[in-house]
T-cell receptor
Framework: DSGVTQTPKHLITATGQRVTLRCSPR?????VYWYQQSLDQGLQFLIQ???????AKGNILERFSAQQFPDLHSELNLSSLELGDSALYFCASSPSEYTEAFFGQGTRLTVV | AQKVTQAQTEISVVEKEDVTLDCVYE???????LFWYKQPPSGELVFLIRRNSFDEQNEISGRYSWNFQKSTSSFNFTITASQVVDSAVYFC??????????????FGSGTQLTVLP
């Protein structure tokens, strides 16, 4: 158990819908990362927050957004969902930006 | 731009055999981190090791060992006396260290290791 909690574990939704994925980082970790894992793209970095501020953006679509709250938990919002958004979404956290990231168990999103 | 290549898509070995997973990386940075993560069938990503680019010492942890060679831009991972529980997808990853740059991980495509009883 990495200490990073992601909810829900599984999510099935229809095209065009909006969903919110939630992440609670390890206690004390200030940095939160979101990654997407799909069969065709592999593991792709989406976005990073550090102590509430956005630090870096990767291959994140405009239909996707995220935020980190004062209690350091983070949410990833996915809207206007398409079939191609079906993937495993990971949250990871680390104490700083200079240490290894620990990953949650992921949320498996299926868009039908 | 950074890139991590894991040329071995799938490897299958019999239990107790040694196996080496290859990782080759590309980066323009002189300082960086290298990582290995394991993804068992249950799906979570498990951190195994982090190595700094300025520390080329090899590392051994139980049955696991890592060989970092900056001259060939490689960071290979060896499992000695493999066990069925080692069956998983293994990912090599790279991140920058330099200030002002994002610290996200660039992952390789992974190597599926199957250890047969």
């Amino acid at each position: 158990d990495s200490g990073v909690t992601q909810t829900p574990k599984h999510l099935i939704t229809a095209t065009g819908q909006r969903v919110t994925l939630r992440c609670s980082p390890r206690s004390g970790d200030l940095s939160v990362y979101w990654y997407q894992q799909s069969l065709d793209q592999g593991l792709q970095f989406l976005i990073q927050y550090y102590n509430g501020e956005e630090r870096a953006k990767g291959n994140i679509l405009e239909r996707f957004s995220a935020q980190q709250f004062p209690d350091l938990h983070s949410e990833l919002n996915l809207s206007s969902l398409e079939l191609g958004d079906s993937a495993l979404y990971f949250c990871a956290s680390s104490p700083s930006e200079y240490t290894e990231a620990f990953f949650g168990q992921g949320t498996r999103l299926t868009v039908v | 731009a950074q890139k991590v290549t894991q040329a071995q898509t799938e490897i299958s070995v019999v239990e107790k055999e040694d196996v080496t997973l290859d990782c080759v990386y590309e980066t323009r940075d002189t300082t960086y981190y290298l990582f290995w993560y394991k993804q068992p069938p249950s799906g979570e990503l498990v951190f195994l090791i982090r190595r700094n680019s300025f520390d080329e010492q090899n590392e051994i942890s139980g049955r696991y060992s890592w060989n970092f060679q900056k001259s060939t831009s490689s960071f290979n991972f060896t499992i000695t006396a493999s066990q069925v529980v080692d069956s998983a997808v293994y990912f090599c990853a790279l991140s920058q260290i330099s200030s002002g740059s994002a610290r996200q991980l660039t992952f390789g495509s992974g190597t599926q290791l199957t250890v047969l009883p």
